[in-house]
């Protein structure tokens, strides 16, 4: 039987999603020696998005073949109860074999966040990006706008990429200020590699007053990874989920609880 998951983590102390040498913590290790055990045989998860190092999740979905069957209840709380601390699962259903975490997925949802101020946070250091003074958000939002559809988004890949094309659609880009925080949400179809990280270090360095709310419009005609800036840390990213067709009977990926929008 094939079953979808919902999966939770911090990703501060894992070295990325995918599964690595023996000793190396990823998630991909820590969650299929869970659901091995939950199901008595060995089982390979697939997931919708692979996330680096220090990159976190509310709602990365996988799937996975069991060869025995277990109740929603029996897999998250068998799961959780081996899962170490920073990683849990949130829900878990059963599919049609047809289903594929990525390939099945219709968009994929992220959030970066950026704490300002001229003092460091102790609470935040490991899920944000940290920026010494107030960020021009409405120069930030417009500056967005020229990211909205399909583009070719080489300007904004990692020189690690293995993507066989650049040709990206970006279906929505918001940012908010709420409190301290300054809070970007991206959605589109597919990410290259470092992509929402490069996003965000672009838009930070406009709201920075350094650069123009025209630059992203000039970095996407120069498909050029070199003329568009810093990379975002990774401690500031959060995968919120894929989203997925109704006939798949899925949960909506839910964004973090925090930072809480003040008025």
């Known amino acids: 039987m094939r079953f979808a998951c ?3 983590y911090d990703g501060g102390a894992f070295r990325g999603w995918q599964r690595q040498r023996p000793g190396v913590r990823t998630i991909q290790a820590v969650v299929e020696q869970a659901l091995s055990r939950v199901a008595d045989a060995p089982i390979t998860a697939v997931c919708a998005g692979r996330t680096d190092a220090g990159v976190h999740a ?8 069991s060869p025995v069957e277990r109740g929603e209840k029996a ?17 878990a259903r059963p599919v049609a074999n047809g289903f594929h975490a990525r390939y099945s997925a219709l968009s994929r949802r992220y959030r970066y966040v950026i704490l300002e101020g001229w003092n460091r946070s102790a609470l935040w250091w490991q899920r944000a990006a940290w920026y ?12 967005a706008t020229h990211l909205l559809g399909e583009h070719d988004f080489t300007s904004f890949r990692s020189a690690a990429c293995q993507a066989r094309h650049a040709v990206r659609r970006i279906d929505g880009i918001t940012i908010e200020r709420r409190g301290r925080a300054v809070v970007i949400d991206v959605e589109g179809n597919a990410f290259l590699h470092n992509m929402v990280r490069i996003i965000a270090g672009v838009l930070l360095a406009v709201g920075a007053g350094e650069q123009p709310t025209d630059w992203t419009a000039h970095l996407l005609a120069a498909k050029d990874r070199t003329q568009a800036g810093v990379t975002a840390p990774a401690r500031g990213l959060f995968l919120v989920g894929p989203r997925y067709g109704p006939e798949w009977g899925l949960p909506e990926p839910q ?8 008025e």
Not at 75 to 90: F, K, S, Y
């Open 6 to 8: 919902a999966l939770e």
């Open 58 to 65: 509310t709602g990365q979905v996988c799937h996975f073949d």
């Open 75 to 91: 897999w998250v709380m068998g799961a959780n109860t081996i899962l170490p601390e920073d990683c849990a699962l949130r829900w």
């Open 132 to 143: 010494h003074g107030t960020l021009d958000v409405p120069a930030m939002q417009n500056a």
């Open 255 to 262: 964004l973090p609880p925090w930072p809480a929008r003040t």
